[in-house]
C-alpha cells in the first residue's frame, strides 16, 4: 500500500500533486507532504464538497488532521 524507497523517503517520479481535493473520497490513500519533505502517509476521512477542507488520518498513529487550503501541504494519491 504504501511504498518506500531507500532511506525511508517516498518519491513520486512523475506523479502530479493533488491539485483539486475535491475528487479524493473517504478511505482514499494519500501521502503527505509540507515543504518538500514527506511527513507520513494518511486516509482521508472527510473532504468538503468545494475542496477547501480535508480531513484525513494519519496511517500508524490514527491521528486525525485538518488541512485547508493554503495550508503548506501537499497531497500525492499512492
Request: glycine residues 12%; negative net charge; charged residues 20%.
Amino acid at each position: 500500500m504504501f511504498k518506500e524507497a531507500t532511506g525511508g523517503r517516498r518519491l513520486f517520479p512523475g506523479q502530479e500533486p493533488v491539485h483539486e481535493w475535491a475528487t479524493l473520497q473517504h478511505g482514499d490513500c494519500v501521502h503527505v507532504w509540507s515543504n518538500g519533505s514527506f511527513l507520513y502517509p494518511a486516509f482521508v476521512d472527510l473532504c468538503a464538497d468545494n475542496g477547501q477542507v480535508i480531513w484525513v488520518i494519519e496511517h500508524g498513529t490514527g491521528s486525525r488532521r485538518l488541512f485547508v487550503r493554503g495550508d503548506p501541504v501537499t497531497l500525492y494519491t499512492s
